[in-house]
């Protein structure tokens, strides 16, 4: 399935009509460089078919390609029938599908400048991705099993690289680096020394992870990161569903 691209939109805001720019450096796991929706997230750069404005057109509204804020208008390619995890090529860039159509909690300006806004029902949102999937995840997973196995000759080792493997997509899927993994690995043995000598002084009890007052600081601590994060991650989902 092919199509065209007639447009590459930009803005300086979110939340308002683009401009045409005719051409754009796309930059992996960013966006448009220069473009106000560029960020490492899932919503890097926005597509609109020009049929879903053509509708628009069609109802007596003034509008073209980026009065929508989409960064991409297309041709002869029905858009939201792709499935979220689509890859597609736009010039040299390979980028994948991560949402189609999208949430309007108030009308931003883009609704009251054309009377209408298509974007949130038929437009969809991409990610840039680098090296091509279906090349990379084949390659690391050849190179993770032979280095896992090659080490010890053991399966427990290949089950440990499987979990983890997991354990990662969730970590992933869930918006959490990966730093904290892998600070667990490092720092893991020695985090397991100091639990078993507190076991030990404690007689097996929990309680002094409770009870002592640098042990229950770091523990609340951790506990009010953790609340932190989730509450910031929830309002800046909302925020940027917002504003478009």
């Known amino acids: 399935m092919r199509g065209t691209i007639i447009a590459v939109c930009t803005s300086e805001k979110k939340g308002t009509r683009k401009r045409n720019v005719g051409q754009a450096e796309l930059r992996p796991d960013w966006g448009i460089v220069g473009d106000a929706h560029a960020a490492d997230w899932h919503r890097q750069v926005s597509l609109l078919a020009w049929e879903s404005i053509e509708k628009m057109r069609a109802l007596g509204l003034d509008v073209g390609a980026g009065d929508f804020a989409e960064n991409i208008t297309t041709e002869g390619l029905s858009l939201v029938d792709l499935p979220v995890g689509t890859h597609l090529r736009l010039g040299e860039a390979l980028v994948e599908v991560t949402q189609i159509g999208k949430v309007c909690h108030d009308r931003c300006a883009i ?31 050849v190179f993770a099993t032979v280095g ?20 990662g997509f969730a970590m992933r899927w869930a918006g959490f680096p990966p730093v904290a993994m892998v600070l667990g690995v490092v720092l893991g043995e020695r985090l397991e020394q100091a639990m078993r000598q507190a076991f030990m002084i404690s007689s097996n009890g929990l309680l002094i992870f409770v009870t002592k007052p640098i042990s229950l600081f770091f523990l609340l601590l951790t506990v009010a990161l953790v609340t932190l994060d989730m509450a910031t991650r929830k309002r800046g989902r909302a925020a940027d569903d917002k504003e478009g």
């Open 148 to 167: 896992a196995f090659s080490v010890n000759t053991s399966l427990v080792d290949l089950m440990l690289v499987l979990v983890f493997g997991v354990v």
């Open 111 to 141: 609704y009251y400048q054309a009377g209408d806004c298509v974007m949130p029902r038929e437009g969809i949102f991409v990610k840039i991705l680098d090296i091509p999937l279906k090349f990379l995840m084949p390659l690391i997973l």
